[in-house]
Antibody, heavy 120, light 106 residues
């Protein structure tokens, strides 16, 4: 059974750096084609793709957020980590990680999401 | 970046109705179009992939079609559990989601 689970702080202050962890099981990120992406959703709004890391350690970022994002993986621990710098209240959202079985395939399995609020 | 325009943004319908949601890409995405269903408070769930392929376990009342820039999702006979928000997503060039269609009970 494939599962993903996000974890991280529920509350961060403006200007701080957010670090989120995606712990997964049931698949290997070392498998050719496999990818993990991060997606976020502000309250009541649409989904926004943020970043992707591939089986071969290639990394891709949202054009609008690329200067603030870093994605990395620890294949041996089945973890994918996303950091987002200089957090702002507009970054308040539920953050999801999701699996893709190739770069052009859909996100077939999603984590439950972790809610992050940016506030003083 | 590819933009995805979904319509309508909201839709009221009754159980048993047939509904159609459309999604338009700002350039050709061939058939790399996916549809997700999201129930409030839950993660999105994959319904349809590569324009017209039903994900395993998804009821056959869901269908979809399209290619190039124009795509549709149809629910043939609405059931109570179908009232949710639906998003399209292109996976041709990285990823972009549509703004969503909230399907409400009339």
């Amino acid at each position: 059974q494939v599962t993903l689970r996000e974890s991280g702080p529920a509350l961060v202050k403006p200007t701080q750096t957010l670090t989120l962890t995606c712990s997964f099981s049931g698949f290997a990120l070392s498998t050719t084609g496999m990818c993990v992406s991060w997606i976020r959703q502000p309250p009541g709004k649409a989904l926004e793709w943020l970043a992707r890391i591939d089986w071969d350690d290639d990394k891709y970022y949202s054009t609008s957020l690329k200067t603030r994002l870093t994605i990395s993986k620890d294949t041996s621990k089945n973890l994918v980590v996303l950091t987002m710098t200089n957090m702002d209240p507009v970054d308040t959202a539920t953050y999801y990680c999701a699996r893709g079985q190739s770069p052009t395939e859909p996100f077939d399995i999603w984590g439950q999401g972790t809610k992050v609020t940016v506030s003083t | 970046d590819i933009q995805m325009t979904q319509s309508p943004s909201s839709l009221s319908a009754s159980v048993g109705d047939r509904v159609t949601i459309t999604c338009r890409a700002s350039q050709s995405i061939v058939h790399y179009l996916n549809w997700y269903q999201q129930i409030p408070g839950k993660a999105p769930k994959l319904l349809i992939y590569t324009a017209s392929n039903l994900q395993s376990g998804v009821p056959s009342r869901f269908s979809a079609s399209g290619s190039g820039t124009d795509f549709t999702l149809t629910i043939s006979s609405l059931q109570p559990e179908d009232f949710a928000t639906y998003f399209c997503q292109q996976s041709y060039s990285l990823y972009t989601f549509g703004q969503g269609t909230k399907l409400e009970i009339k």
